[in-house]
């Protein structure tokens, strides 16, 4: 089990932020309403937010405050929530430097199999999550996995955030749950993201956001997620990115709370 998250032998834990950061303030409020939310349920809770949208649909789209400026209010939001923070690195050298400040490094699933960014990843000795590519089968990802180990690094989580099946949106696959599972680490559910319709609005990623709740407790009812991935906002639709799928601050605690529930009815029978 991953160090970070087995400090707390928490039934689950959250990973959980704005998609981009947008500013301290916004980011700072979001993390301060999922950290209470996740208190009040005895959740573990790991803020996140990207500092560069690296793969945006369109190049006019909002990327982010970038590296430099984006670690610094990542900074800030360790130090004042007092939670750990994630980020995703997209390039081998932004591994060690924002290795430097946050706890989890994210390696976005378009990049899953870029060997040189993962082995990066792994060399800082952070933990480090790895999105299963919406283009690779579940077993796949053991291969991932032995590329971080080979430096000596077996702190990772994989996450699960849909299938490209081609007719517009990604589709679960909740049989790669179990097969993720059975590599012995942490396997996340990527709630809001599986809701996507990758560039269904033309120039943006379209989305299903009504359909998380449900998806997300499909995803905890197979018995083997240990955590879920959600992005949430307090105007989801304003959001800079990822609008079409943003969840709102005030549904995480029914979520989570719904999630946490028949997570406990598991582990009774």
Sequence with gaps: MNDLIQRDRAPLFVIAGPCVIESLELCLEVGRHVKKVCEGLGLAYIFKASFDKANRSSNASFRGPGLEGGLKILERIKGELGVPVLTDVHEPNQAE????VVDVLQVPAFLARQTDLLLACGKTGKAINVKKGQFM???EMGLAIEKIKSTGNSNIMLTERGTFFGYGRLVNDFTGLAVMAKFGQPVVFDVTHSTQMPAGLGNTSGGNPEYSPLLARAAVATGVVDG???ECHPEPRKAKSD?????????????????LAIKKALTKT
């Design 97 to 100: 430097v924002a290795g430097r």
């Design 137 to 139: 089968a579940p077993v």
């Design 228 to 230: 879920l991935f959600l």
């Design 243 to 259: 609008a079409a799928t943003m969840m709102g601050l005030d549904e995480v605690g029914a979520l989570l709370g719904a999630c």
